[in-house]
């Protein structure tokens, strides 16, 4: 049921549509009137109104005013307004508000139903669009926190995202931090679980240490929270816009920040321990730390839970606190550690192409091995670790391991000679690392036309079936509505016309070259009956096959 309200200062008018419409059943209307401009304000502001037929020009609130009126309380609306010979001068303004449609007053009744009904049409369509956008958002504000926990699982990877590109990023998956401000790091550790205990009760478990660590961290910080190897979570932290440090500083006060978040670890553990019989260990960063340093900060944290005190129950420790207990270390032991996280990242480049991004982190890995200060321990380790990487890519695909085989020796990866030199193996992964980016974009060039080479061999194979779509895109792996989308842009031309032209080419040649029937050679085409192919043939070649048989025998 769709409201109308009909608004003229002429009674006949208005009493001559409400029984107009009243007649007209199929609208299924709840109509009201009002025989001014004022009136009709009393009655939008009591009703909800879906259309407005109105005299555009009447004495006191005139038709434009009414419509400005209208407009600010009922958005959708849709205003049709009556108009004179005399009346265009206004129908620019009318336009310029927003009114639906203007109707002559010496119109037929048909023309004033035929304008409702493009109302209601209108008014549907754009409900529907609403109810959809509505839709969309939930399911956005569904996903968000996927979208999240995917985000910051590749800043914990390392991967390399510009200053411009993070406050976009955040901006699109409503992250609660700041792009452009730098964050402290907290790492928390379930130190042991109780005996018997699931997983869905783990992640409950977890999920509880995370709530309690916000309920204390919210009044005066901003954080988010991430789980990662099950046990274990990662807090970014930053002074809040509305926290109580906020509104006592102009400016944040990260020294004052550090010092409430180590005060309060305790009270979180302790709450832990008393509530949820938990024990739990945190790591803090002393320091806050810029985006692009969120990846080196992370594995140092990660250190320091792996080594000294830090493999204790129950501990509160800082990054300071690794450091000072690291006596006799030498170097830059303490990054061995997330080495092995780096090794790794270059098997995600290694999968996606990230030609450039791989070169800049192999430069910086493979220092190691031009280094004198780095002991030989050190640099095999990072040798072995990369060789797995490398192997276990190549290993995915058996073309490209035939590949690699033929056009380059395998033989550095699979053992570590003693005469081999660390200058030698640099180079020899990186043009490793050449051959197999170029073996990808070769595939990645290649990959089309095969598919489009194999649908046409499924299509010449099985031409005397039924052949479908979503069987031939079955056939070469792909999604049916990707792979009619991927064979026009390759062929130009739709996998039904091609179809069509094959089986077309293919009559002709057993019509001229075979003593076949018609019947015989529509089966053989996939035709039910000859009927079918016979019509078929005709629209291609504007001739029956018979005809077209004599026509070319004789």
């Given at each position: 049921?769709?409201?109308?309200?009909?608004?003229?200062?002429?009674?006949?008018?208005?009493d001559g549509l409400i029984e107009l419409f009243e007649q007209t059943g199929h609208l299924e209307l709840d109509v009201l009137k009002a025989y001014s401009g004022e009136e009709a304000l009393e009655v939008l502001q009591s009703n909800r109104?879906?259309?407005?037929?109105?005299?555009?020009?009447?004495?006191?609130?005139?038709?434009?005013?009414?419509?400005?009126?209208?407009?600010?309380?009922?958005?959708?609306?849709?205003?049709?307004?009556?108009?004179?010979?005399?009346?265009?001068?206004?129908?620019?303004?009318?336009?310029?508000?927003?009114?639906?449609?203007?109707?002559?007053?010496?119109?037929?009744?048909?023309?004033?139903?035929?304008?409702?009904?493009?109302?209601?049409?209108?008014?549907?369509?754009?409900?529907?669009?609403?109810?959809?956008?509505?839709?969309?958002?939930?399911?956005?504000?569904?996903?968000?926190?996927?979208?999240?926990?995917?985000?910051?699982?590749?800043?914990?990877?390392?991967?390399?995202?510009?200053?411009?590109?993070?406050?976009?990023?955040?901006?699109?998956?409503?992250?609660?931090?700041?792009?452009?401000?730098?964050?402290?790091?907290?790492?928390?550790?379930?130190?042991?679980?109780?005996?018997?205990?699931?997983?869905?009760?783990?992640?409950?478990?977890?999920?509880?240490?995370?709530?309690?660590?916000?309920?204390?961290?919210?009044?005066?910080?901003?954080?988010?929270?991430?789980?990662?190897?099950?046990?274990?979570?990662?807090?970014?932290?930053?002074?809040?816009?509305?926290?109580?440090?906020?509104?006592?500083?102009?400016?944040?006060?990260?020294?004052?920040?550090?010092?409430?978040?180590?005060?309060?670890?305790?009270?979180?553990?302790?709450?832990?321990?008393?509530?949820?019989?938990?024990?739990?260990?945190?790591?803090?960063?002393?320091?806050?730390?810029?985006?692009?340093?969120?990846?080196?900060?992370?594995?140092?944290?990660?250190?320091?839970?792996?080594?000294?005190?830090?493999?204790?129950?129950?501990?509160?420790?800082?990054?300071?606190?690794?450091?000072?207990?690291?006596?006799?270390?030498?170097?830059?032991?303490?990054?061995?550690?997330?080495?092995?996280?780096?090794?790794?990242?270059?098997?995600?480049?290694?999968?996606?192409?990230?030609?450039?991004?791989?070169?800049?982190?192999?430069?910086?890995?493979?220092?190691?091995?031009?280094?004198?200060?780095?002991?030989?321990?050190?640099?095999?380790?990072?040798?072995?670790?990369?060789?797995?990487?490398?192997?276990?890519?190549?290993?995915?695909?058996?073309?490209?391991?035939?590949?690699?085989?033929?056009?380059?020796?395998?033989?550095?990866?699979?053992?570590?000679?003693?005469?081999?030199?660390?200058?030698?193996?640099?180079?020899?992964?990186?043009?490793?690392?050449?051959?197999?980016?170029?073996?990808?974009?070769?595939?990645?060039?290649?990959?089309?036309?095969?598919?489009?080479?194999?649908?046409?061999?499924?299509?010449?194979?099985?031409?005397?079936?039924?052949?479908?779509?979503?069987?031939?895109?079955?056939?070469?792996?792909?999604?049916?509505?990707?792979?009619?989308?991927?064979?026009?842009?390759?062929?130009?031309?739709?996998?039904?016309?091609?179809?069509?032209?094959?089986?077309?080419?293919?009559?002709?040649?057993?019509?001229?070259?075979?003593?076949?029937?018609?019947?015989?050679?529509?089966?053989?085409?996939?035709?039910?009956?000859?009927?079918?192919?016979?019509?078929?043939?005709?629209?291609?070649?504007?001739?029956?096959?018979?005809?077209?048989?004599?026509?070319?025998?004789?």
């Amino acid at each position: 049921m769709y409201r109308l309200l009909v608004v003229d200062d002429l009674p006949i008018i208005v009493d001559g549509l409400i029984e107009l419409f009243e007649q007209t059943g199929h609208l299924e209307l709840d109509v009201l009137k009002a025989y001014s401009g004022e009136e009709a304000l009393e009655v939008l502001q009591s009703n909800r109104v879906d259309i407005v037929i109105s005299d555009i020009k009447m004495p006191g609130l005139e038709g434009i005013e009414l419509l400005k009126e209208i407009k600010a309380q009922w958005p959708a609306c849709k205003v049709i307004f009556l108009t004179g010979y005399n009346d265009f001068h206004y129908v620019q303004s009318a336009v310029k508000y927003g009114s639906f449609e203007y109707i002559l007053k010496i119109e037929s009744d048909d023309k004033i139903i035929s304008s409702v009904e493009r109302a209601i049409a209108k008014f549907d369509e754009e409900f529907d669009q609403r109810r959809m956008y509505e839709r969309a958002n939930n399911r956005m504000r569904m996903a968000l926190p996927s979208l999240q926990r995917e985000y910051v699982s590749g800043l914990l990877q390392g991967k390399p995202v510009s200053d411009g590109q993070l406050a976009s990023h955040f901006q699109d998956i409503d992250m609660p931090l700041r792009a452009d401000m730098p964050v402290f790091l907290l790492l928390g550790r379930v130190d042991g679980w109780k005996d018997m205990m699931t997983a869905p009760d783990k992640a409950l478990l977890i999920y509880a240490v995370q709530n309690i660590a916000e309920e204390y961290l919210a009044p005066f910080v901003r954080s988010y929270s991430y789980v990662y190897d099950q046990a274990k979570v990662v807090w970014f932290i930053q002074p809040g816009a509305d926290s109580r440090m906020a509104q006592e500083a102009s400016e944040p006060d990260w020294k004052k920040t550090a010092t409430y978040l180590s005060g309060m670890l305790e009270t979180i553990q302790a709450t832990c321990k008393k509530l949820l019989q938990l024990p739990v260990s945190f790591m803090l960063g002393s320091e806050p730390v810029a985006w692009s340093g969120v990846f080196d900060r992370f594995h140092s944290l990660k250190y320091g839970f792996v080594s000294g005190i830090g493999l204790s129950s129950e501990v509160i420790l800082s990054d300071t606190d690794i450091r000072r207990g690291d006596v006799g270390a030498t170097g830059d032991s303490r990054s061995d550690y997330f080495h092995h996280a780096r090794v790794q990242l270059l098997g995600k480049c290694l999968e996606n192409s990230h030609r450039d991004e791989f070169y800049n982190l192999y430069l910086d890995l493979t220092e190691v091995w031009t280094c004198d200060s780095f002991p030989y321990e050190r640099k095999k380790e990072l040798y072995h670790a990369m060789a797995a990487v490398f192997l276990a890519h190549i290993n995915k695909s058996e073309d490209m391991r035939v590949y690699l085989n033929a056009a380059h020796d395998l033989t550095p990866l699979l053992e570590l000679r003693d005469k081999t030199s660390w200058q030698f193996l640099k180079q020899y992964f990186m043009q490793t690392a050449d051959c197999l980016f170029d073996w990808h974009a070769a595939k990645g060039e290649q990959l089309p036309s095969e598919v489009v080479q194999k649908a046409h061999l499924f299509i010449e194979a099985h031409i005397a079936t039924d052949i479908s779509l979503n069987a031939i895109a079955d056939h070469v792996g792909l999604n049916p509505s990707y792979f009619s989308r991927l064979y026009k842009q390759i062929t130009g031309i739709g996998m039904s016309d091609y179809i069509n032209d094959y089986r077309n080419l293919r009559a002709k040649e057993l019509l001229l070259g075979s003593d076949m029937k018609v019947n015989d050679i529509a089966a053989a085409l996939g035709y039910n009956s000859g009927l079918a192919f016979i019509r078929f043939f005709k629209k291609q070649n504007e001739t029956t096959p018979q005809e077209f048989r004599t026509m070319r025998s004789t």
